[in-house]
């Protein structure tokens, strides 16, 4: 029905009109109604249950025990029931019983009372139906339809209306949404349930027939008639009249009329912006826009570019409107006038159910069909109106009104629904039973070759245990709580289930899996543990649990690898700290491996490490006492030892290249320091290359300085062709043999530091320099220039000697020749007075 201003009945009411049943309602026990919950629920394909205590499945052998969640799910046509994600089965249906009255049923966090069945709804949702006596249902009902700070005969005289509306169905299956009354379980407030109590299968009759009794929330100050607004019969208890006592309440509907403005936008390329244009009330014109699309506009592309017109009129003698018209203007794309543009249409609805109408413009606000007034001021239309609901029968707010003028609640209802009786539909109860069942039994673990179940129970109670629906064995428990049934032996894995049986019912069933049976697992081992561990680690038996103790106090537990490792945190303990470990499996605890704890020797620290030359047999330096030294190239030892307690070391190596870099570092019982590096130096350094004097073909000795008594070496190519001594001064003088002119020779010396760089000196010509000649012109009859004295000058043109004269004492010649054309080249050679030719001088006559 109407929940006071919390949820909006709109005129979903509508659908249910007031019927009168000639059948009279004999006094006898309060019936049970049964309820789909959808209103909190909503629609889910899983749901979570949480039972207060133990429930059964009807007609299963299957119990759902207290204060765990289950969860029903969806599973095809049907629905199943998990347990922490186990599936207990599966079902069409499934309907659960509680064990005593006052357990509940919590849905997605929400108790109910009573029974609760589970369907499939289309495939696709879980339904509950919930099933419980009228006057708890009742008290789910009203604290959700009135204000619980309201007057107690209000809550009466609303208990009694939803009373006798529930009975005129004569059990129909409801909802607990406002399309019958909102619902709301075991959510319960002492003041409406007193009123219920207190009214106790009381309903409103007339001709004794139970009246279907509906309410609203307010009506607005006149009272409607269920002929003007569901077309049913007349009859004396509902009829148009003034209500005093409803405040009247006032509501306001703002339509805005334009939805887009076209202004700006190019209406011949809707295509760039049609799709990110949206109307300004997009939920009232996609509600519109799908009731045009039911017609001729089917399959097009819409938009509503404003709402011109909205009217209601033809009003009953309630003054609720029963006509509407809306009138809107849109676009369609792609759709263009002659001048290609899209062009504005109108598309109106006139004459049509106001109800219609007022679906189609209004989500919430419009309470009521109680229109007072519409206005247009030209960008909006604003309706205004009274009332919340379809004003039938006994308002809300009205019968609260009368309360507080002092009122009792028969004369509240002898006034909303008058010409009628109060009668009393049953005088007894239906039967709730409370019971207190056993516990569920305490079950020992059992193993695979275990041929009785322990454990303890409630003394006197028989215990039966169960693989599936298979009995396996029965007995009794003792007067001191224990029991023990014998069974074959069961197979690891195999799920056992226990369950007892006293003189109010049964337990719900205690779970057990058969293991394999172990043995205690072995004593562990432990690695070394220091005094600033904060770990213990070592081996154990594959999952068990490890444990570390001292003395009696648990430092640190947890879980062994698969691989049967285990590592433990623990804080620090001191040194000679005595720790034990033990690890437990299934079978029990192994026993206790010990170990004291050790002082932390810390990594030495890097060595030092004296300077090494190329000379050197041994590598030393200092490091920390009594650990072990590796001397290393690479990754190759040239040498190990041990420090003396006074912390110097000397280790025998092989002499090691200059420049070769070595790395040192020490070992003791805490592991390796860092290294330490040192580059082997030159003990001695290389002379310089030495200084050479020019070499010449006639030349039979190498001479030059460089460092004093090193060795010298000179070589033509890789050939050595002389060797010799720097005297105390660095001169030296090394007998070669004659070289040809051009040959390199490399000279090179050898001292205390090795090898000097190369001096590299060309074999030179002993003969005379070519001459000097002066210009020669086509003209000429000689050929002037200086040259060596006394030598002979000879003119040639290619191999003709055109010419022949000797230079005098002061090495001038002049040689005469015939004219030479110009272009001509001439060549000019000497030969001195040993016989030696100079080099050529060319020249181009001019």
Known sequence: MKSILKVVIGLAIVLTPLAWFTTAEAAGTEPLVSVELTNDLGDKNSITIHPSALYRI?????????????????????????????????????????????????????????NMLFKNESNKYVRPINTLPMEDYLKGVIPREVYTSWELDTFKSQAIAARSYVLSLHGKLINDSTRYQVYGGYNWNTRTSQAVDETFGQVITYKGSTVNAVYSSSNGGIIESNTNFWGTPVNTYSQVKDDPYDPQRIWTKTVQKQQINLTGKDLKKPEQWWETTKEADKTMTDRIKSEMLKKDLTGKDIKITSISKVDFYEPTSGKRVTKGDLSVKYIVKNEFDKDGQIVEKQWDLTGSLAEDVIRLIDGSSMLSKYVTGIKDNGTSIVITGKGFGHGIGLSQFGANTMAKQGKNYQEILAFYYPTTLLTSAYDTAYPRVYKVLPNAPEVNDIT?????????????????????????????????????????????????????????????YTYKTVVQKVIKPEAPTINKIYDQDTSVSGTAEAKSIV??????????????????????????????????????????????????????????????????????????????????????????????????????????????????KLRVTVKNSAGYSAYTYSTVAAKYKAPNAPAVNDITDESTAVTGTTEARSRVYVKAGANVIGTGTANSKGTFSVTIPKQAVNTKLGVTAKGKGGYSPYTYKAVATSGPSAPNVNRVRSMSTTVTGTTEAKSIVYIKKGSELIGRGVADSKGTFNVTIKPQAAKTKISITIKNSTGKYSPYRILTVG
């Not at 969640?69 to 079902?91: H, M, N, P, R, T």
């Not at 009995?471 to 709580?481: A, E, H």
């Not at 490490?609 to 690479?634: C, F, L, M, P, R």
């Open 547 to 660: 444990y570390v103790k001292k003395g009696s106090t648990v430092l640190g537990r947890g879980v062994a690898t698969k691989q049967g490792t285990y590592s433990i945190g623990i804080a620090p303990q001191a040194a000679n700290t005595k720790l034990g470990v033990t690890v437990k499996n299934s079978a029990g605890y192994s026993s206790y491996k010990y170990m004291t704890v050790s002082k932390t020797v810390q990594k030495p620290a890097s060595p030092v490490i004296h300077t090494v030359t190329d000379q050197d047999t041994s590598v030393s330096g200092t490091a920390e006492a009594n650990s072990i030294v590796y001397v290393k190239k690479g990754s190759t030892v040239l040498g190990r030892g041990v420090a003396t307690k006074q912390r110097s070391y000397n280790i025998a190596i092989a002499p090691q290249p200059a420049n070769t």
């Open 58 to 114: 009807k007609d299963e052998d299957i119990t759902l025990q207290a204060n765990k969640d289950y969860e029903v799910k969806i599973a095809g046509a049907g629905v199943s029931l998990y347990q922490s994600k186990e599936k207990i089965g599966e079902f069409s249906r499934f309907e659960v019983i509680p064990s005593t009255y006052d357990a509940t049923l919590s849905i997605n966090g929400q108790p109910y009372l009573g």
């Open 448 to 508: 695979s070759e275990d041929t009785k179940v322990t454990g303890k129970a409630v003394p006197g109670s028989i215990v039966y245990v169960k693989k599936g629906s298979t009995l396996l064995g029965r007995s009794t428990v003792s007067s001191q709580g224990t029991y023990s049934v014998s069974i074959q032996p069961q197979a690891a894995k195999t799920k056992i289930g226990v369950v007892i049986k006293d003189s109010v019912g049964y337990s719900a």
